[in-house]
């Protein structure tokens, strides 16, 4: 890492926050989540971090339609879709369940 490069200190920044994210039990308690999956969440959060950071620069660029404002609320959305589609945690809403086991068999029940 070069701490000189605003890139550098960026992507440093964060990896720290993802960490800080999963220790402090964002995605449920560490020792009930194990090592390997806390270590693989991190991973993720990193990855999708550098997803962002790439398509931000791109749109800056030129490429593409729209400003970095969109992308970070389609980013947004597509975590919430992701999120309650496959969730490790089921929620009964009601008349659906959200996340879980059972939210894609409820999905195609619906429609």
């Not at 194990?34 to 660029?61: E, S």
């Not at 008349?95 to 999905?107: D, K, V």
Request: glycine share 10%; with cysteine.
């Amino acid at each position: 890492m070069d701490s000189s490069l605003k890139e550098d200190r960026g992507l440093f920044s964060g990896a720290q926050k993802s960490t800080i994210y999963v220790l402090t039990g964002l995605y449920g308690q560490p020792s009930a989540l194990g090592a390997d999956v806390c270590h693989l969440l991190i991973i993720l959060l990193i990855l999708a971090a550098l997803i962002v950071i790439v398509l931000d620069k791109l749109l800056r660029k030129g490429y593409g339609f729209g400003s970095s404002i969109n992308l970070f609320v389609a980013t947004n959305i597509c975590k919430s879709i992701i999120w309650k589609t496959f969730s490790p945690t089921t929620v009964n809403i009601g008349r659906n369940f959200e996340g879980g086991r059972r939210a894609l068999p409820s999905a195609l029940h619906v429609a």
